[in-house]
């Protein structure tokens, strides 16, 4: 039996066959990520520059010599965003965040031509939500946001010790059942004192490269939805 490690990383090599030379990359975050990095390195197939979602991943990179752009040096999108996730639904929708670098995931994947998800055949599900939903905030809007995400039927929890890039708190929303994620992440990033939320429906996966015991399945996202 494969570890969720090793599924990982078996993901995370089968990416790297999607890149070619010269590709400017966009870089999520996340222990698959950092499996992707290590793997972008062992096969020889690093990117010419590459924008990142969180420090984590910059040092991971910079490490390794690949240079790390701010997203105002771009003229045009990224070729490729390639990121993990914490839920996929069949529609190719997730739940992001566990890292809590959400915001400027989602940033770094609008700005890119393609979204690549990583997973391991853990994370996919039927509908979203089983995995609590992150989603960043500013402090001084807290009682409020709770009160908020209340009202839309699920359960906040801080994420306690937590700060991320951007210098604010994250909250934990458990007990949602998301059948109409595009609805939910708008309703919920309506909420004043919202920075952003980990549902990723506007901006779902492009494919889903699946690790399963058997190998890595490839998804694209339906046409239809
Ligand atoms: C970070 C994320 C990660 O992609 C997500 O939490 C999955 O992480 P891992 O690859 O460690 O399982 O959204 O904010």
Redesign the pocket.
């Known amino acids: 039996m494969k570890t969720q490690t090793e599924l990982?990383k078996e993901v995370a090599l089968a990416a790297c066959q999607q890149l070619t030379p010269g590709m400017l990359l966009g870089i999520?975050?996340?222990?698959?990520?950092?499996l992707f990095i290590e793997a972008m390195a062992e096969m020889g197939v690093l990117p010419r520059a590459a924008v990142s979602?969180?420090e984590r991943s910059t040092e991971r990179l910079r490490a390794l010599g690949v240079e790390v752009w701010p997203l105002d040096r771009l003229e045009a999108p990224l070729d490729l965003y390639i990121?993990?996730?914490?839920e996929v639904d069949p529609q190719a929708c997730l739940i992001?965040?566990?890292?809590?670098?959400?915001t400027r995931?989602k940033i770094v994947a609008s700005a890119s031509r393609r979204f690549l998800c990583?997973?391991d055949a853990s994370?996919e599900v039927s509908v979203l939500g089983s995995f609590a939903l992150?989603v960043e905030f500013l402090a001084i809007a807290q009682r409020p946001v709770f009160w908020a995400l209340q009202a839309l039927g699920g359960e906040p929890r801080l994420r306690e010790g937590v700060i991320t890039d951007n210098g604010n708190p994250v909250v934990d929303v458990h007990g949602l059942r998301i059948a109409q994620p595009a609805d939910l992440e708008d309703r919920i990033n309506a909420i004043p004192g919202v920075v952003e939320n980990?549902i990723f429906a506007r901006h779902r996966a492009d494919e889903v490269l699946v690790a399963t015991p058997s190998g890595v399945l490839r998804r694209h996202r339906p046409a239809t939805s």
């Open positions: 990982k999520g975050t996340g222990s698959t990520i950092d979602s969180s990121d993990g996730a914490d992001k965040g566990g890292g809590a670098a959400l995931e990583l997973v994370k992150p980990g």
